[in-house]
């Protein structure tokens, strides 16, 4: 189907990806302007954020991008099967957490398990995705001017040369995006029905799950097995290592990651740390788990089980026609400014390993880009905001006070429950979000710690586990990694928007007048 230049509507646009997605539609919706050469500045292989992002910015800087993406939207998973469904979950397992906490209590009526489906919610996303990427199809098109041929696979022919839609396309650049998928981790039972990773979960859950095992210690493992109890569903996390000490999570302050951890215990979550699932048991359909954990061998029933143990990079579409280089897990090794081994081929995205986070993939993205059309960008992903979520919202930035205490001479922190207090007999940190915490169930309300170097009283990094406080740690950090750094005195001279989530500025302030700080 030829879309170019008929103003699609988002309504259209919805009518579409459904028709498309579902297989009533066939064949590649192409927005390609034929009238012209088909050679570009840059082609995209694949359009989550990372090429949706960026095509929008290489068009911006007055270059011509082609994206091309099997899926018949753009936006990837993230708005697909990942990130957006995610969220929606975590903002039930919230509002789910309050219930359970205060039934009986003020307006909260007793908790019905039964009530909250997991089934529903899943069904709910299914049935309302196409929703947010219509719209990113009209955003694409319309507002960003970007050409794209979706609802067809792409097969990259060299560095320069790609065919989608029995059509070729040249360009002067590539950028490789084309994300990763779960690696099954290769135990007996593991393609039983029953048993899910985060992508099937979304496609093909039709029955609601009444015991859960979730296999796996990192992002995914703890988000998902936190909305299922949320829900009121016997869960089990069953992880090799300690809880989210890999990936992203190995960035976590040791008291912000105790705090989440005894939080999701606290919630009646059970947790088989440094445990191995040796076999997942069923005939027809999945029914148990057998694990080696430290204390013996256990049987775990379950009528449903989650792999959350790690993703591999999506390489099929080049990896026949393209040298490239591969860390040892299978990512595309790219360096600051997206560049691969091969001249003029960049990678960004998932494809280049963890954090496996859409910001990431945009600015990896938008960061290829720029450096195509001549101007000079780096991104280092190591050194980004972090988070996650429990039935709480976890954010991280800059060092843990472990790592600043290695790298300077004197370190102060400013903590909140302060050191050493249980989080019971205070109810701070409380702000908007944990207010009716704060007023009930004080050990409830969150936990947050600024790390500061006393010398030059700059702030090096910033942990929160509560509500609300995301939105601060975006700029937060910006302000921290600057060449010139925050100190507490400019934090403390901040406005501050009382309650805040983050009780950073109000802290600071308190503390910033102390010629020589000390730790509160
Ligand atoms: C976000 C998808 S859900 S994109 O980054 O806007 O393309």
């Known amino acids: 189907m030829d879309v170019y230049g008929k103003g699609t509507s988002i309504a259209q646009w919805r009518r579409l990806i459904d028709e498309a997605y579902s297989g009533s539609f066939q064949g590649p919706i192409v927005n390609v302007d034929d009238g012209r050469d088909p050679h570009f500045d840059a082609i995209f292989v694949g359009g989550g954020s990372a090429g949706r992002f960026g095509a929008a910015v290489l068009r911006s800087l007055g270059g ?55 089934l529903e919610l899943v069904e709910l996303f299914r049935s309302k995705r196409s929703g947010p990427h219509a ?15 979706l609802n ?12 989608a839609a029995g059509r070729t396309f040249t360009a002067d650049a590539l950028v490789l995006a ?18 899910f990773d985060y992508a099937s979960f979304i496609e093909d859950l039709d029955y609601e799950p009444r015991k859960i095992v979730v296999i796996g210690g990192s992002k995914v493992a703890v988000e998902y097995a936190s909305f ?17 000490t890999s990936g992203g999570p190995a960035r976590m302050d040791v008291d912000l990651r105790r705090f989440v ?11 088989l740390e440094h445990s191995v699932v040796t076999r997942i048991v069923g005939c027809d359909r999945v029914e148990g788990v057998e694990i080696e954990t430290p204390e013996g061998h256990r049987f775990v029933e379950a009528d449903f089980v989650l792999l959350g143990t790690g993703e591999k990079p999506n390489t099929a579409s080049f990896a026949s026609a393209l040298p490239l280089v591969h860390d040892d897990r299978g990512f ?84 909140v429950p302060p050191i050493g207090m249980d989080p019971a007999d205070t109810p701070l940190p409380m702000a908007e979000g944990s207010m009716l915490y704060g007023f009930t169930l004080p050990e409830r309300t969150g936990f947050q710690k600024c790390v500061i170097d006393a010398t ?3 702030v090096v990094g910033i942990h929160h586990a509560g509500y609300g406080a995301k939105d601060a740690f975006q700029y937060l950090h910006h302000m921290i990694s600057r060449p010139e750094g925050l100190t507490i005195d400019q934090l403390g001279d901040m406005n501050e928007l009382y309650i805040s989530s983050d009780y950073f500025i109000g802290y600071a302030r308190l503390r910033s007048s102390q010629a020589d700080l000390t730790s509160m």
Request: include cysteine; hydrophobic fraction near 40%.
């Open 456 to 458: 030059t009283r700059r």
């Open 178 to 195: 084309t994300g990763a998928r779960t690696a099954l981790p290769g135990i007996e039972g593991e393609t039983l029905p029953g048993v």
């Open 261 to 271: 951890v005894d939080g999701m215990r606290l919630r009646d979550l059970e947790l």
């Open 135 to 149: 719209h990113m199809n009209w955003q694409s098109a319309q507002q960003l001017d970007i050409e794209s041929v």
């Open 332 to 415: 595309v090794v790219v360096d600051s400014r997206m560049r691969t081994n091969i001249d003029g081929v960049y990678a960004a995205g998932d494809l280049i390993g963890p954090p496996m986070e859409m910001f990431k993939s945009r600015r990896s993205g938008t960061t290829a880009a720029r450096n195509i059309m001549g101007v000079d960008a780096t991104f280092h992903y190591d050194d980004i905001p972090d988070f996650l979520h429990t039935t709480y919202e976890v954010t991280w930035a800059g060092l843990t006070e472990r790592e600043a205490r290695e790298r300077f001479e004197r370190v102060v922190t400013i903590q």
């Open 228 to 244: 299922y109890r949320a829900t009121g569903t016997p869960t089990t996390i069953v992880s090799r290592a300690e809880l989210l």
């Open 152 to 163: 067809a696979e792409a097969q990259v022919l060299d560095a320069r040369t790609v065919r």
């Open 64 to 118: 011509r991008p082609l994206v091309l993406e099997r899926w018949p939207f753009l936006g990837g998973s993230c708005p697909h099967q990942a990130c957006v469904p995610h969220h929606l979950f975590s903002e039930a397992a919230r509002e789910l957490d309050q219930a359970q906490a205060l039934q009986g209590r003020l307006w909260y009526p007793e908790f019905d398990p039964t009530a909250a489906s997991v």
